[in-house]
């Protein structure tokens, strides 16, 4: 198990360059996965990997999302209490 702290205030900023192009590369590499997918040169196998491989990604932006939405939540319910 790692010893890494996680916090998940850090996710509570409301502007950062570096999520901005992260999200960025994400969303690109996810849309070139997603062609790649129904790319008409394909095999089942390698169409299942595609896939799979979008899937991962989408997976991530979703996760990242909804934590940074979660402390976001956090930060307006301390402002507020």
């Known amino acids: 198990m790692s010893e890494f702290n996680f916090d998940i205030k850090t996710f509570g900023f409301h502007q950062n360059d570096v999520w901005d192009h ?3 590369v ?10 790649n997918a129904i790319s008409v040169n394909l095999t089942s196998e390698q169409r299942a990997h595609a896939c799979g491989r979008a899937e991962v990604i989408k997976d991530l932006i979703r996760t990242l999302n909804e934590q940074r939405s979660y402390a976001l939540e956090l930060k307006k319910s301390e402002i507020i209490g």
Do not use: G
Not at 26 to 35: G, H, K, V
């Open 26 to 35: 994400l969303n690109e590499n996810c849309e070139t996965e997603i062609i």
């Open 22 to 24: 992260i999200m960025f």
